[in-house]
């Protein structure tokens, strides 16, 4: 898995971040989560949004609208710490 992205966010700032997964398997339970700041206090990084782009060819026939995201809110204050994409049992036919 390669996870690209900016290292560093300037304040007031945002940054998009892109997760390329290599799933070998026939068949796999698929879930993706990005977790702002630990142990942050002050709220400084607040997860927007999540979202499923695109899929390699032995995944071409899932349902990219079945990963759909959950935002939880920071129960300290403003914004959300975590952003999560559907757990679902994906079958890759192109080993079959």
């Avoid at 995944?59 to 609208?65: E, H, T």
């Amino acid at each position: 898995m390669n996870v690209t992205g900016p290292s560093t966010i300037e304040v007031c700032g945002s940054a998009v971040y892109t997760v390329d997964a290599y799933i070998p398997h026939p068949a796999a339970q698929i879930t993706f989560e990005a977790i702002g700041a630990i142990n942050e206090t002050d709220n400084a990084i607040s997860i927007c949004s999540a979202s499923m782009v695109n899929t390699g060819a032995g995944y071409r026939c899932l349902d990219k609208n079945l990963f759909y995201p959950t935002v939880n809110r920071n129960p300290n204050g403003k914004g959300n710490y975590r952003a999560n994409l559907l757990n679902i049992d994906a079958v890759n036919k192109s080993k079959i």
